[in-house]
């Protein structure tokens, strides 16, 4: 028996496959890892797992009738076919389609993880596909921080390189001396990174900050959204309520003389529109503690004191992401800025403020700023485009005007859906809605490894390979390692590279030399390394040649000196010389630009929106008196791996856990590994229970990523059966402005299961009914 470490990379770490006579044994971690994550060890089970897709495979109605069987999708069983069949039938109904409806009837979006090397990212194969046929209409934004993609530009600057520049947690722990966290600072978060984490330090550099006298105080619902041994000072807050709160702090530091005016006419504009809506001079409303308390459930001597306390600290305030995915979503962010901005620290070492620190393994932590190469998409032949969370409503309302960001658009007729590396019946909301949506375009198209409920609702499913059975390259911008990824296994059953799936279909479609530009994957790493190495040396960093960096595995990069960096610093000592990108080169407390969209629900300066759905509407909580808080879970990355040992060690009988305030449990007649259902008027699920004092009162915790499981019941309707919570989410954008989704703001029930439900079936793969072709 012949036993290889294989270096390799994956999203939740840099690593080795141990492999031996083909067959995957482990997935092991660097030695110098100090907090390596379990995640990656799901992968021995799910590689070659039930849920495994190994063959191309075909709708059965689709096959014998084609398009207009689309009622069935979802439900049909599945036949399959050999290659030739599949591709034939994938190219010829998108070259009929792009011919009669044209590109923009193409929606492929594609959102999704599937994988952390640069050159087989389906993301990046996909779009560069459409782009050679012709285009596509795309998406715009993510998931993750839509709101607070299309806030800051407006405020700050672009949110991707201000969570690049944040000020690392090394100068936090050297100068700080309090941090405030809106939704805490989730140290499960940390485990994953876009291109592979190569040590997993965030949690210990926290650690570090509180070990030197950094003392931290949390705001949220959730109190384990701060690590246990920082030692926090915890006030519960209703969730969507974080605004408040922070008008709250403000007022105190203005009615108290505690803000800096001279930080404010200096370095911002907008101030005094603020400062006259926070003390109720242009609306009659004054923001004060009290106020505030009404609204957030925190004392309003709490608040106060937390603002005296932040006013004589060298404060940091961090605002988690999770906070932005709310109705009003935007509002948070800014009103972020706008706090620290009257605090007037902004600039200073460790303190100012921090969007989604925590928010994956590199935010907070120094790294090289190095932009590495990804695959070049090609040219866009058509400029259609939805904000990403808008999916179903571009399915069910084509022809329909949606605003963003200032302008008016409309939703393109869609007749064809490609996906390739991602899963929206894990990231969207409303999925009874979803999967509805997903029944209207003529044909959809799905390249995945493994059969999750987006390949269920699919006509065509390719069987791709997994980062196991490639080769590819792993980096990320601020990570200290770059990875050679080897093949470890032979691919699966008949699975291929997405990049040869493409490559076909663009054979078929008469733009293959576009797609490939004559390349093999060979060519193709070769490229990707000789573009690597111009941009490292122009950073000052040099780098083996090809050979030698495939033959190493693993090139670590020397550490960047940025350990003291301070997010600001420049503009702090020069305004004029270092201005923001934004139109006043200034922090924008009041945008002239977002105020002249005109939005009812986003106004020219941060404000408090009351949600539809939170603890304070009387007339929702009657019917649906708990509100949900669905957050990353601690056991995978979103839906990825949700079939392997270590998220399923974590399930109740099989369903997900839903952890409940134990007043909340006792009311119902909840005990611990009880099932119950969760449910509102979009639908419903079935969770295992946990009870908690770690949430507060009227909330419960149902993290994402359980694989949704449609079962309709005789007595419950339409229910999944697995404990996917955006089965009862809603399908709302955060605001006129970014339209990102707003699934924290969420109202439901739980109550007994009482009737017989089956087993979850989502992980068993697909139901066949024989094969069809050569």
């Given at each position: 028996?012949?036993?290889?470490?294989?270096?390799?990379?994956?999203h939740?770490?840099?690593?080795?496959?141990?492999?031996?006579?083909?067959?995957l044994?482990?997935?092991?971690?660097?030695?110098?890892?100090?907090?390596?994550?379990?995640?990656?060890?799901?992968?021995?089970?799910?590689?070659?797992?039930?849920?495994r897709?190994?063959?191309?495979?075909?709708?059965?109605?689709?096959?014998?009738?084609?398009?207009?069987?689309?009622?069935?999708?979802?439900?049909d069983?599945?036949?399959?076919?050999?290659?030739?069949?599949?591709?034939?039938?994938?190219?010829?109904?998108?070259?009929?389609?792009?011919?009669?409806?044209?590109?923009?009837?193409?929606?492929a979006?594609s959102?999704?993880?599937?994988?952390a090397?640069?050159?087989h990212?389906?993301?990046?194969?996909?779009?560069?596909?459409?782009?050679?046929?012709?285009?596509y209409t795309?998406?715009?934004?993510?998931?993750?921080?839509?709101a607070?993609?299309?806030?800051?530009p407006?405020?700050?600057?672009?949110?991707?390189?201000?969570?690049?520049?944040?000020?690392?947690?090394?100068?936090?722990?050297?100068?700080?001396?309090?941090?405030?966290?809106?939704?805490?600072?989730?140290?499960?978060?940390?485990?994953?990174?876009?291109?592979?984490?190569?040590?997993?330090?965030?949690?210990?550099?926290?650690?570090?900050c509180?070990?030197?006298g950094?003392?931290?105080?949390?705001f949220?619902p959730?109190?384990?959204?701060?690590?246990?041994?920082?030692?926090?000072?915890?006030?519960?807050?209703?969730?969507?309520?974080d605004?408040?709160?922070?008008?709250?702090?403000?007022?105190?530091?203005?009615?108290?003389?505690?803000?800096?005016?001279?930080?404010?006419?200096?370095?911002?504009?907008?101030?005094d529109?603020?400062?006259?809506?926070?003390?109720?001079?242009?609306?009659?409303?004054?923001?004060?503690?009290?106020?505030?308390?009404?609204?957030?459930g925190?004392?309003a001597?709490?608040?106060?004191?937390?603002?005296?306390?932040?006013?004589?600290?060298?404060?940091?305030i961090?605002?988690a992401?999770?906070?932005?995915?709310?109705?009003?979503?935007?509002?948070?962010m800014?009103?972020?800025v706008?706090?620290?901005?009257?605090l007037?620290?902004?600039?200073?070492?460790?303190?100012?403020?921090?969007?989604?620190?925590?928010?994956?393994?590199?935010v907070?932590?120094?790294?090289?700023?190095?932009?590495?190469?990804?695959?070049?998409?090609?040219?866009?032949?058509?400029?259609?485009?939805?904000?990403?969370a808008?999916?179903a409503?571009?399915?069910l309302?084509?022809?329909?005007?949606?605003?963003?960001?200032g302008?008016?658009?409309?939703?393109?007729?869609?007749?064809?859906?490609?996906?390739?590396?991602?899963?929206?019946?894990?990231?969207h909301?409303?999925l009874?809605?979803?999967?509805?949506a997903f029944r209207q375009?003529e044909?959809?198209i799905?390249n995945?490894?493994?059969?999750?409920?987006t390949?269920?609702h699919?006509?065509?499913?390719?069987?791709t390979?997994?980062?196991?059975?490639?080769?590819?390259w792993?980096s990320?911008?601020a990570?200290?390692?770059?990875?050679a990824?080897?093949?470890?296994?032979?691919?699966v059953?008949?699975s291929?590279?997405?990049?040869?799936?493409f490559?076909?279909l663009?054979?078929?479609?008469g733009?293959?030399?576009?797609?490939?530009?004559?390349?093999?994957?060979?060519?193709?790493?070769?490229w990707?390394w000789?573009?690597?190495?111009?941009r490292?040396?122009?950073?000052?960093i040099?780098?083996?040649?090809?050979?030698?960096?495939?033959?190493?595995?693993?090139?670590?990069?020397?550490h960047?000196g940025?350990?003291?960096?301070?997010?600001?610093g420049?503009f702090?000592?020069?305004?004029?010389s270092?201005?923001?990108?934004?139109?006043?080169g200034?922090?924008?407390?009041?945008?002239?630009?977002?105020?002249g969209f005109?939005?009812?629900?986003?106004?020219?300066?941060?404000?408090?929106?009351a949600?539809?759905?939170?603890?304070?509407n009387?007339?929702?909580t009657?019917?649906?008196?708990?509100?949900?808080?669905?957050?990353?879970?601690?056991?995978?990355?979103?839906?990825?791996?949700?079939?392997?040992?270590?998220?399923?060690?974590?399930?109740?009988?099989g369903?997900?856990?839903?952890?409940m305030?134990?007043?909340?449990?006792?009311?119902r007649?909840?005990?611990?590994?009880?099932?119950?259902?969760?449910?509102?008027?979009?639908?419903?699920?079935v969770?295992g229970?946990r009870?908690?004092?770690?949430?507060?009162?009227?909330v419960?915790?149902?993290?994402?990523?359980?694989?949704?499981?449609?079962?309709?019941?005789?007595?419950l309707?339409q229910?999944?059966l697995?404990g996917?919570?955006?089965?009862?989410?809603?399908?709302?954008g955060?605001?006129?402005?970014?339209?990102?989704?707003?699934s924290?703001s969420?109202?439901?029930?739980v109550?007994?299961?009482?009737?017989?439900?089956?087993?979850?079936?989502a992980?068993d793969?697909?139901?066949?009914?024989?094969?069809?072709?050569?």
């Amino acid at each position: 028996m012949t036993r290889r470490r294989v270096p390799t990379a994956a999203h939740w770490g840099v690593g080795y496959a141990v492999v031996e006579d083909g067959r995957l044994l482990a997935m092991e971690p660097r030695d110098d890892d100090p907090r390596p994550s379990r995640i990656g060890h799901g992968m021995v089970d799910a590689v070659d797992g039930p849920a495994r897709v190994r063959y191309p495979y075909v709708r059965q109605g689709f096959l014998d009738h084609g398009p207009a069987s689309r009622a069935t999708r979802g439900i049909d069983e599945w036949v399959r076919v050999d290659w030739d069949t599949a591709l034939n039938l994938a190219a010829s109904h998108l070259d009929r389609i792009r011919t009669d409806h044209g590109n923009e009837s193409i929606y492929a979006g594609s959102y999704g993880w599937a994988s952390a090397g640069r050159f087989h990212h389906a993301q990046s194969q996909v779009h560069r596909f459409m782009n050679s046929i012709g285009g596509y209409t795309r998406h715009v934004d993510n998931y993750s921080f839509a709101a607070a993609m299309v806030t800051t530009p407006h405020v700050v600057g672009n949110f991707w390189k201000l969570r690049a520049q944040v000020t690392p947690w090394t100068a936090v722990a050297e100068h700080g001396e309090l941090v405030v966290a809106f939704g805490g600072v989730a140290s499960r978060n940390t485990q994953v990174g876009p291109g592979g984490s190569g040590r997993h330090e965030l949690p210990g550099m926290m650690q570090a900050c509180r070990d030197r006298g950094v003392e931290f105080i949390g705001f949220g619902p959730v109190r384990s959204d701060l690590d246990a041994s920082l030692d926090a000072e915890w006030h519960f807050l209703r969730p969507g309520s974080d605004v408040a709160a922070m008008l709250g702090i403000a007022h105190t530091l203005i009615a108290e003389d505690l803000h800096d005016r001279e930080f404010l006419d200096r370095y911002t504009v907008g101030a005094d529109q603020l400062i006259d809506y926070i003390t109720g001079a242009s609306d009659g409303v004054t923001k004060t503690a009290a106020w505030a308390s009404e609204h957030c459930g925190v004392p309003a001597e709490s608040l106060v004191l937390v603002a005296r306390r932040m006013a004589k600290s060298r404060t940091l305030i961090c605002t988690a992401l999770g906070v932005q995915r709310a109705q009003f979503g935007e509002q948070p962010m800014w009103m972020t800025v706008a706090l620290a901005s009257l605090l007037g620290q902004i600039g200073l070492p460790g303190a100012g403020f921090g969007l989604g620190y925590a928010q994956n393994a590199l935010v907070g932590r120094p790294g090289p700023d190095v932009e590495w190469a990804s695959l070049p998409e090609g040219t866009r032949g058509v400029d259609t485009f939805i904000p990403v969370a808008r999916i179903a409503d571009l399915l069910l309302h084509p022809g329909e005007t949606f605003d963003y960001n200032g302008g008016t658009h409309e939703y393109p007729d869609t007749r064809a859906v490609y996906w390739s590396g991602g899963n929206p019946f894990h990231h969207h909301q409303d999925l009874f809605r979803l999967r509805e949506a997903f029944r209207q375009p003529e044909i959809v198209i799905v390249n995945e490894p493994f059969f999750t409920a987006t390949a269920q609702h699919a006509d065509i499913v390719f069987p791709t390979t997994t980062t196991l059975e490639r080769n590819d390259w792993a980096s990320t911008n601020a990570e200290l390692v770059l990875t050679a990824m080897h093949k470890a296994i032979e691919p699966v059953g008949e699975s291929r590279n997405d990049y040869d799936i493409f490559a076909a279909l663009a054979e078929r479609m008469g733009a293959r030399d576009t797609f490939t530009e004559g390349r093999t994957e060979q060519d193709w790493l070769r490229w990707f390394w000789e573009s690597n190495c111009e941009r490292a040396a122009a950073a000052g960093i040099g780098l083996p040649d090809y050979e030698s960096a495939r033959a190493r595995g693993f090139i670590d990069l020397p550490h960047p000196g940025r350990d003291q960096h301070v997010m600001f610093g420049d503009f702090r000592a020069d305004p004029d010389s270092s201005p923001l990108p934004t139109p006043s080169g200034r922090f924008e407390l009041f945008s002239e630009t977002v105020a002249g969209f005109g939005y009812d629900d986003c106004p020219g300066h941060p404000a408090w929106f009351a949600p539809d759905e939170w603890l304070g509407n009387d007339d929702r909580t009657r019917r649906h008196p708990l509100h949900l808080i669905s957050n990353q879970p601690a056991t995978r990355l979103h839906g990825q791996l949700d079939d392997g040992s270590t998220s399923q060690a974590s399930k109740i009988d099989g369903r997900e856990p839903l952890t409940m305030h134990p007043e909340d449990a006792a009311s119902r007649g909840l005990v611990n590994g009880d099932l119950a259902l969760v449910r509102n008027d979009r639908g419903a699920c079935v969770v295992g229970i946990r009870i908690s004092d770690e949430v507060m009162p009227r909330v419960v915790q149902l993290a994402t990523g359980a694989w949704f499981d449609p079962y309709d019941h005789p007595e419950l309707g339409q229910i999944d059966l697995h404990g996917n919570p955006n089965t009862v989410t809603r399908d709302v954008g955060t605001s006129s402005l970014a339209q990102g989704p707003s699934s924290s703001s969420t109202l439901v029930e739980v109550e007994p299961l009482t009737v017989d439900v089956p087993p979850v079936r989502a992980h068993d793969g697909a139901a066949t009914v024989g094969s069809h072709g050569s």
